[in-house]
């Protein structure tokens, strides 16, 4: 299995236009994947989201059907999440980031402004608030299914 990288994006709030234009990013990189491996038609894309991306995975479907064209027209779009790993910088532990161990607004501000994350969550070993995130940011094609040119 190949997995392609798209890009990472690394902005504020999240609209509507974000899912569209991730859309079309992944639609033109889906795409040109297909016409690389010689595919006639595409039957899945599999798509894994960073659980931090700040997408709303309903609009980013629904926004692939709406554009999805040529040997994507009848492909359908799996939108996997990529869970969160977060390390300390002082002490070197790592855990994963779970929304469900914070309170509704916590949880959604850090949805919509990850880079918040720091001053809600600290280190579950040390208790220091200064960690990276080392998983669940990005956008990945991980699997383009199809049909290949016989030749």
């Known amino acids: 299995m190949k997995v392609y990288n798209i890009f990472l994006l690394?902005?504020?709030?999240?609209?509507?236009m974000h899912e569209w234009a991730l859309a079309e990013s992944i639609l033109v990189s889906a795409q040109?994947?297909?016409?690389?491996?010689h595919l006639v038609s595409v039957s899945e894309v599999t798509i894994r989201v960073g659980e931090l991306q700040q997408v709303e995975p309903p609009i980013l479907r629904f926004a692939l059907k709406q554009m999805r064209q040529g040997l994507l027209l009848g492909a359908k779009f799996r939108i996997?999440?990529?869970k969160t790993t977060l390390k300390c910088r002082v002490c070197g532990a790592t855990w994963l980031y779970s929304a469900k161990k914070l309170d509704k607004a916590t949880a959604e501000a850090i949805h919509f402004v990850p880079e918040?994350?720091?001053?809600?969550?600290?280190?579950?070993k040390c208790?220091?608030?200064d960690f990276?995130?080392?998983?669940g940011r990005g956008v990945w094609l991980?699997?383009?299914?199809?049909?290949?040119?016989s030749d």
Do not use: F
């Open 10 to 16: 690394r902005c504020g709030a999240p609209t509507v």
């Open 32 to 37: 040109q994947i297909a016409e690389q491996e």
């Open 80 to 82: 996997l999440k990529a």
């Open 116 to 124: 918040v994350a720091h001053s809600y969550i600290k280190c579950p």
């Open 127 to 129: 208790g220091s608030p």
């Open 132 to 135: 990276e995130i080392v998983n």
């Open 142 to 149: 991980e699997d383009i299914k199809g049909v290949k040119r």
